[in-house]
C-alpha cells in the first residue's frame, strides 16, 4: 500500500492457516472490524462477526476484531491537541492508540454495530468521533466541498455491519448508509460495503470482497481543485 505511516508501523493481525503464496493469489486485505455493539448478551451479532471473520481468514485475508465494550476508551475532549500539539497523536493515552495505528494501515475497515433507535451505537460513535487525529487540520476544496486534508497516503476502504431492529425501515437504513457515506468521504474513501446481519455470514463475505475491490479509492476522486491549504490552526506543526 501506498502511504506514509511513519506514526504507525507496528500493526498485526491475526492470519488464517493459509500459506503466504495462497493468500497473495487471493489479493489478501487487512480488514479492521470495530465492534460496537455494547451487549455482550447479543449473542447471535457476536456470533456473525465471529463466523464473518473466520471466512475473511478461510479466503486467505487477515483480520482483527476491536470489541469496544472491553476496552478502556473515554469521549474526544475537543483539546485539538492531535492537531497542533501532537500532530497525529491523541493527548489520551488510552486504547484508542491501538485502533489508530490498525486503521491507518488497514485496506478496509467495517464499522459494526446492533441500531438502536435507528442508529449505530453511542459506543461506535465514540470512537468514530475519535479518529480526528488521522486527519489534518488544515482543510482544502474538494469537488466543491471543504475536507481536510489527508495525513497519511493509506485509503482504506470503510464497509458497515448493522444489526437490525424489530421494526426497523428501509428509510432509516438509507440514513444510516448516506451519514457514514459522509464519514467515509472524510476520510478522502468510499463506503464500498453496507450490510445487515440478515444476509448469510458466507454471502457478506462475497460482497466484501466483491464490492471493495470494486470500489478501490482512486486518489484522483480526491485531488483538491486547488495546490492551497486553509489554515483552521495555525499553530499546527504538521
Known amino acids: 500500500m501506498a502511504g506514509d505511516f511513519t506514526q504507525f508501523t507496528d500493526f498485526y493481525c491475526f492470519s488464517g492457516e493459509v500459506s503466504a503464496t495462497f493468500a497473495l493469489k487471493m489479493d489478501a486485505m487487512q480488514v479492521i472490524i470495530v465492534n460496537g455493539n455494547p451487549d455482550s448478551e447479543k449473542r447471535e451479532f457476536e456470533n456473525y462477526l465471529a463466523d464473518y471473520q473466520n471466512r475473511l481468514l478461510a479466503a486467505g485475508h487477515s483480520v482483527r476484531i476491536f470489541t469496544l465494550r472491553e476496552m478502556n476508551l473515554g469521549f474526544c475532549r475537543g483539546c485539538f491537541h492531535c ?58 476544496v474538494v469537488n466543491g466541498e471543504i475536507h481536510h486534508r ?48 440478515e444476509l448469510s455470514a458466507p454471502e457478506a463475505v462475497h460482497l466484501t470482497i466483491r464490492n471493495n475491490r470494486a470500489g478501490a479509492v482512486n486518489i484522483s476522486d480526491f485531488e483538491p481543485e486547488d495546490g492551497h491549504a486553509l489554515a483552521l490552526y495555525t499553530s499546527s506543526l504538521n
Not at 489527508?150 to 426497523?168: A, C, F, L, Q
Open 83 to 140: 492537531w497542533h500539539t501532537t500532530p497525529g497523536i491523541c493527548s489520551m493515552k488510552d486504547d484508542i492508540i491501538p485502533i489508530h495505528k490498525a486503521v491507518i494501515n488497514a485496506d478496509l475497515v467495517i464499522w459494526a454495530s446492533p441500531l438502536y433507535k435507528g442508529y449505530v451505537s453511542s459506543l461506535l460513535k465514540k470512537v468514530q468521533e475519535r479518529m480526528i487525529p488521522l486527519l489534518h487540520p488544515y482543510v482544502e
Open 150 to 197: 489527508k495525513r497519511y497516503g493509506n485509503n482504506p476502504g470503510h464497509g458497515v455491519i448493522v444489526e437490525k431492529e424489530s421494526d426497523s425501515t428501509s428509510e432509516e437504513l438509507m440514513i444510516v448508509r448516506q451519514i457514514l457515506e459522509r464519514y467515509a468521504l472524510n476520510f478522502r474513501s468510499k463506503l464500498n460495503v453496507f450490510l445487515t446481519t
